[in-house]
């Protein structure tokens, strides 16, 4: 295996308690000491030990007789520099970011190096343990929430699988929604599950060629918002997956704009909103 392998992996028994995994991986994979300790501190490399399996960060790290260590090198994956999102607020337990387009909602086998999660843990002080409970399309942008206990994550987690959240989201479309109705609600199907979002025109552009649109939604699927505006006949500007974003040459218009809900610590109800700096424009 040489460096010229830019996606590839590799599952390594250990034998002794002694064996190094960096030098392990060094000799198996060609890759050079640096690029190896790169790799584990990007989230690529994982230890299982009996049914546990977590990414193996620190070369120190103990390991025993019959751990497997995992690398999933993409050299693609780990060259890229993860936007900085804003903090919001640090609630302690928990933490509300503005996610950029571009950042990454939560990691994968890959690496987590471009993710709010690992950001929030490399980045808040004093520093702790964060876990995924919310996620956005990479290519949109807004708020999400970061928990950083496992008792919290649960918390949220169950708030939002209860639709105790309320999301709302601003997004620029092509056309001119007044055409199709001030408000709508659709109710579909997406991937064979229900997918119920509402929609309120805020403002069309003077040659009505755009539209800015408010959208609520009960549920999330996947690309939810994206797919049933692009139905009705209104993709969202900068959609490359359902709209003509691959000519708009924009960033997709989409953001998060509020999230609302009774904290789990303070029992209060809180609101976190983004000011209009941060929202699409005509």
Not at 117 to 124: D, F, I, K, Q, T
Not at 180 to 204: H, P, T
């Amino acid at each position: 295996m040489t460096e010229a392998n830019t996606h590839f992996e590799v599952h390594l028994l250990i034998a002794d308690g002694d064996d190094s995994p960096l030098e392990m991986l060094q000799q198996e994979t060609g890759l050079s000491r640096q690029r190896i300790k790169a790799a584990m501190t990007q989230g690529a490399v994982w230890v299982t030990r009996g049914r546990n399996t977590q990414r193996l960060r620190r070369v120190k790290r103990a390991l025993r007789k019959g751990d497997e260590v995992h690398l999933y090198y993409d050299s693609k994956i780990l060259a890229e520099s993860p936007p900085a999102p804003t903090l919001i607020a640090d609630v302690g337990d928990y933490s509300v970011w503005r996610k950029p387009c571009g950042l990454r909602s939560q990691g994968s086998k890959w690496g987590d190096h471009c993710t709010v999660v690992r950001w929030a843990e490399r980045h808040l002080q004093p520093e702790r343990s964060a876990f995924t409970v919310h996620r956005l399309d990479r290519a949109a942008n807004g708020l999400i929430l970061v928990a950083h206990t496992k008792s919290m994550a649960a918390a949220i987690s169950e708030l939002f699988r209860g639709r105790k959240v309320e999301k709302r989201y601003r997004a620029l479309v092509a056309g001119d929604f007044s055409l199709s109705n001030d408000n709508v609600k659709i109710d579909s199907l997406i991937g064979g599950r229900e997918a119920r979002s509402e929609v309120a025109l805020r403002q069309v552009s003077a040659d009505g060629l755009r539209s800015l649109v408010d959208v609520s939604i009960e549920t999330g699927r996947k690309h939810q918002i994206r797919r049933h505006l692009a139905d009705l006949g209104y993709p969202i500007i900068g959609d490359r997956l359902y709209g003509t974003g691959k000519v708009d040459g924009v960033d997709l218009q989409l953001t998060a704009y509020l999230l609302a809900f009774d904290c789990p610590m303070s029992k209060e109800h809180v609101e976190y909103r983004l000011s209009s700096e941060w929202l699409p424009a005509l």
